[in-house]
């Protein structure tokens, strides 16, 4: 009893030193490392503090309940499995947990199984399922605070150390111990430790209002576009976007020694037609930050740190993109990627970025094609660009994303007989990583010489650029790279009709305006800007005011002539299911034969609004068995998602098609389909 009244005396000094003590023990398990933690601890002693502070303050609400050891524990449990989080996420890819990764956890779900071993996912659930036992057992037997709650005074202590708390941040900030920019947020996450930077990655997020925005700034902005030629009506070539996972030219290590060049065709064909390298604003991870780059023409600089827009403001509105912009002057918007639809949210954010179709890994017939890792390997793609440029008769824009060369690369050697080898890196474990992913891009290498060949004979005019969208995962630093940027991939931009070779360095949120430039394009608010204003004075500023008045201010970019850009009706593949047929093979256990077209790996059947285990054979024919159709039963076809949490892809515009078990040719329109 003794004890425990001084405990209750001294409980504030208490609090504060276990949340050091709790904090050190996140920062070692997110540096893997309790040297580097201490070596942080000590050398930025200030850093330190105010982490464990934040920790501190939020454990404060434990006073306002009797039940003080259950939220004490509640909240050191919250807070450690944060910092379990951020290791493991840490041990496969350069960038931490952030905020927008809140709203990736069900992607996370789905690819748990390619970041953990099998006894990783169940010592992980085992160690939730103690967590909440102990956390039950508290709350129902534990002890509780013997005196009454003071909840005028204690609430007063909450909310003035909440107060006190924000003013040394702002002094923090003005003082330069922390900063609210992260010019690289891994970087930015070591030096101002991981509570800050998480919380800033949550309630950090859009682009802040210019502290000069208003109408007359947007018409003083635009008018510096005036020098611009009028687009070009005769000129309106097929455009290609290739954008390869991972992509980039390993000989730029320089500890690296690779017993062949792993991207022949890629670097000759560098020499031949209009390249550079490629600026993208993430590493190791953030492929879909590239693309909106890419897609938008719009710069991740001005959004919070670690934002996706594909997990934000997408989610809200739409924006103008080179698809909304060259659907105008009459091309079909076509996105392909050989990975499942719903990762990243792509399925309900293509809409909202103006394309027409969207073919994802569950609506090609090879997508079963896997890398060692699970990955569709990339060569499925050049049937499936090609389909695109078939599909209508006139231009086409096609944003392709590619996934082959995706880690978390394999420490032990996966490849028996491999093409190519490595060594040089610090580790066997490391070679083994480089090997697998210089084979994998060697691949990829090919599918690049496989798909301009291709293309080299198409009958229409093609622009295609390839490039990477961020340098691999294997903890590479500035000093291991020749060029030494990390945030550098490189691109090619390859035609089939003579354009002139010119070389230059862009980043990916200038590419789409460089491409229509070079096919005489000159429309849409943010790529005239970049075709007009590209380094000139004031250029970023101006850009800066540019994309928060098209994303979040008034718009005054279309109020003269009165644009919108409304969420498109996309159809999920290029063409429709069909349901023919259905055929009892075997009355013992209720096999059925169904007849149709267009049905891939992922074609599912439903019976009676229940999927049904179903067996792929080849395009034409799926198998189902076990149960006994009766007259008027209904049943589909809809393309479900491979992933380990089996979305449905049911959403406006699948390309799905059913029946009444007695009437085979009763079939619903597509266009019916939409929910």
């Not at 998480?198 to 109408?215: K, N, Q």
């Not at 096609?398 to 690369?409: L, P, V, W």
């Not at 995962?473 to 003579?498: A, H, P, R, S």
Request: include cysteine; charged fraction near 20%.
């Amino acid at each position: 009893m003794r004890l425990y009244k001084v405990c209750n005396k001294i409980s504030l000094l208490l609090h504060a030193l276990c949340s050091a003590a709790g904090y050190f023990l996140i920062e070692a398990i997110s540096r893997h490392s309790f040297v580097e933690a201490w070596n942080y601890m000590t050398g930025k002693p200030l850093v330190f503090a105010y982490n464990a502070g934040l920790i501190f303050v939020t454990s404060l609400i434990a006073y306002l309940f009797r039940r003080r050891t259950f939220w004490r524990v509640l909240i050191a449990i919250f807070w450690l499995l944060l910092g379990i989080i951020n290791g493991i996420i840490l041990a496969n890819r350069v960038t931490p947990f952030t905020g927008p990764d809140l709203h990736l956890l069900t992607d996370g779900m789905a690819i748990l199984n390619k970041y953990l071993p099998a006894w990783g996912v169940i010592i992980a659930l085992i160690v939730l399922g103690l967590f909440v036992l102990i956390l039950l057992a508290l709350l129902v037997r534990g002890p509780k605070y013997k005196r009454r709650v003071k909840f005028r005074y204690d609430l007063l202590m909450v909310v003035v150390a909440v107060a006190a708390f924000a003013g040394i941040t702002q002094l923090a900030l003005d003082k330069r111990v922390l900063s609210n920019y992260f010019g690289n947020i891994a970087f930015a996450y070591e030096d101002y430790g991981y509570p800050y930077c998480l919380a800033v990655t949550i309630f950090d997020t859009g682009i802040s209002c210019p502290r000069d925005y208003s109408e007359k700034e947007i018409q003083r902005i635009e008018k510096t576009e005036d020098n611009l030629p009028a687009t070009s009506e005769s000129s309106k070539p097929n455009i290609i976007f290739l954008q390869l996972e991972s992509f980039f030219d390993p000989t730029l290590v320089n500890y690296l020694k690779i017993s062949e060049d792993p991207i022949p065709n890629f670097r000759k064909l560098m020499k031949e037609y209009t390249s550079g390298y490629y600026k993208v604003p993430s590493v190791g991870a953030g492929t879909a930050n590239t693309e909106f780059e890419s897609i938008s023409g719009m710069s991740l600089h001005y959004f919070g740190p670690g934002e996706y827009p594909y997990k934000s403001i997408l989610k809200e509105t739409t924006c103008e993109s080179a698809p909304y912009v060259l659907k105008n002057l009459g091309y079909t918007t076509h996105a392909v990627h050989n990975n499942e639809a719903n990762f990243y949210g792509r399925r309900s954010i293509f809409p909202n970025l103006g394309f027409d179709t969207f073919t994802s890994a569950e609506y090609m017939p090879e997508e079963e094609n896997k890398n060692p890792l699970g990955w569709t390997k990339d060569e499925v793609l050049t049937d499936e660009i090609l389909k695109c440029l078939d599909s209508t008769e006139g231009s086409d824009y096609i944003y392709t994303i590619s996934t082959q060369g995706h880690g978390a690369y394999p420490e032990e050697q996966l490849i028996d007989d491999p093409e190519i080898t490595v060594t040089g890196a610090a580790t066997e474990a490391q070679n083994n990583q480089w090997e697998y992913y210089c084979n994998e891009i060697h691949e990829m290498d090919n599918f690049v010489k496989e798909l301009t060949d291709a293309l080299a004979d198409y009958p229409e005019d093609v622009i295609l650029v390839m490039y990477g969208d961020h340098l691999p995962t294997m903890g590479l630093t500035v000093e291991d790279l020749k060029n030494k940027y990390l945030f550098q991939t490189q691109y090619v931009m390859w035609d089939n009709f003579g354009m002139e070779k010119k070389d230059v360095n862009l980043a990916a949120y200038q590419m789409a305006a460089e491409v229509m430039d070079r096919a005489g394009i000159h429309e849409g608010t943010i790529f005239r800007y970049h075709q007009a204003r590209r380094n000139t004075r004031n250029y970023q500023v101006d850009l800066e005011t540019l994309q928060y008045d098209l994303l979040y201010g008034e718009r005054y970019s279309y109020k003269e002539n009165g644009e919108t850009f409304e969420r498109t009706k996309m159809h999920m593949g290029l063409y429709d299911v069909s349901l023919d047929s259905m055929e009892l093979v075997s009355d013992t256990d209720f096999t059925y034969r169904l007849k149709g077209t267009n049905f891939t790996p992922s074609s599912q059947v439903k019976l009676n609004g229940e999927w049904v285990d179903t067996v792929y054979v080849n395009p034409t024919t799926l198998m189902i068995s076990g149960t006994e159709l009766n007259d008027f039963d209904r049943v589909s076809v809809s393309q479900r998602s491979n992933s380990s949490t089996r979305k449905a892809l049911s959403k406006s515009y699948d390309r799905s098609a059913y029946m009444l078990y007695s009437a085979n040719k009763w079939k619903l329109p597509t266009e019916e389909n939409e929910s």
